[in-house]
């Protein structure tokens, strides 16, 4: 028998920097084959031509060459790959259309937390927008207005006074600019705290905390400009001391779990909560079904373990038989490399120099970008998640800025203050 027999194959469903670092760390594994990357960028390789949303496509393919799956992003969660995989004995990793409800209705995440105690944010729902602005006008405090479905991080809108929540509800029920996924809405009580991020890896009966993180959502320095998809993200954070990521393993990530399972719906995979800190307590804004991006690159570069394991370990329902996950002392952190104007327009097509240069302590992972006759060249907003680990926050703060000096385009552009509140916090 073929030595490479015992290996397996991975099909990695996405594009982005999130999935580049996946493939990233399953590389390292002696018991993974050839990685393919549906549709993948210009960094990954043996990239497959399906779109994410193509679930016959993907399936054909990962039955052909006898793959397993994993899935990055949440559009193909949302459309129920995971169902249709498993009806037809693939294997993939990621939870089934019901259970990625949890991400792809707020209006369902945000029922089943109350009614499962899990500490979020007051609110109503509304699919009337008359009734969505009296109720915005007969409140005193500040309204945050999330359309129900996915709307690629854009459908939340954080208002200061109720005149900003009735152009967010008119914005959303009356002129449709999410399109079905806004004919719901929920209005919710703004709390100003510190965000975090705690994903954990489940298996439906129990889950594992993976190392505790922190992005930066806006665009420009100091947190100030529209939300994009995420500009940097550092672990570990210290935000989350030990004792605080205890309580929210246990009342939040525990109890999220044993309440799908309980409810007949469990959920294996990354189960992300997206926390504000306030007081102390943890309030929980909304669950993601996967990964963060990007902080699945500064977490995968600090994983110590083999990653294939666990997934495995989540696909089986075995994870209570592996160790916790090993993690370097060391600090990782992703800084986004963007195009000028993101995330409004930008120019593509732009070449980038200074990606081959060998450096021990970081790795350049690629999001928007696509290779053609040998050169690399920018082809979306989030274009490079530059990510480096130090021994202290400040080192990594100061390796990852180096490496990011020698990579050039035109119209690049970068937040430079990345990690540096975790300094304020230390
Ligand atoms: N209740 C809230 N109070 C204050 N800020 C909020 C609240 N809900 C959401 N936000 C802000 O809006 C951002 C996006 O909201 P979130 O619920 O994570 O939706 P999505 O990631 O799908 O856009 C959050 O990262 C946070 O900064
Ligand atoms: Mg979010």
Redesign the pocket.
Known sequence: MRKDRLLTDVLIVGSGGREHAIGWKLSQSKKIGKIFFAPGNGGTINNVEIPVEDIDGLAEFASEKNCLTIVGPEIPLSLGIVDAFTEKGLRIFGPTKAAAQIESS?VWAKNFMKRNNILT?QFEIFDDAKEAKEYAKSIDYSL?V?ADG??A????I?CNNSAEAIDAIDEILTKNRFGSSGSKIIL?????GE?ASFIALSDGNIAIPMATSQ?H?RIYDGDKGP?TGGMGAYSPTAIIDDSLAEMIQKDVIEKTINSMKKEGNPFKGFLYA?I?LKYGKP?V??F?GRMGDPECQPIMMRLDSDLYDYINASIDGTLSKLPAMLWKKQTAICVVLASKGYPGVYQKNEEIFGLDLEDKHSFVFHAGTKRENGKILTYGGRVLGVTALGDTLDSAISNVYSRIEKISWQNKYFRKDIGKKGLLVL
Do not use: S
């Open positions: 707020k944010a945050v999330k996915l709307a991080g854009k459908g939340v954080v919710e009580e703004r709390i100003d965000e992005d959502k939300n997206g504000m309030y804004l909304e993601n």
